[in-house]
């Protein structure tokens, strides 16, 4: 589910470590553009962390997937991070048009054959 925001705030890196061993992971904070805009926060986890090289201000488009999770009869809902690109990145990725080979001899359209009078076709 893309999402094109500007970036507004990058939160400190959290690391620790569990039984599966090291982890980290990282908070940001994007606004969407309009008259009413909205601000979400995103996490990124493990070696997407290390990726993230991108300046306050910059829009982005952040692709994610929402998983909500129970924990003491509270819910907790996270917007996790899959790929994040620049918008320009990926705009054009989007709207590039396949190319065509204008090599390719172009053969000119066959004539019109009038049917045989003879022809056995009931039309």
């Known amino acids: 589910m893309p999402l094109t925001a500007k970036l507004i705030q990058i939160l400190p890196v959290q690391s620790g470590s569990s039984a599966n061993g090291g982890w980290k992971k990282m908070n940001f904070i994007v606004e969407t553009t309009g008259q009413y805009p909205k601000k979400a926060c995103f996490m990124l986890w493990g ?15 952040v692709e994610y997937d929402i998983e909500s999770r129970e924990y003491n009869d509270r819910w907790y809902t996270d ?8 918008e320009g990145d990926h705009v054009q990725s989007q709207t590039s048009q396949p190319s065509i080979n204008n090599d390719a001899p172009v053969q ?16």
């Open 79 to 86: 917007l996790k991070v899959w790929k994040v690109t620049p």
């Open 108 to 123: 000119p359209p066959q004539a019109f054959e009038n049917p045989s009078v003879d022809d056995d076709l009931p039309f």
């Open 47 to 61: 070696d997407k962390v290390d990726s993230f090289k991108y300046d306050i201000g910059q829009m982005l488009t």
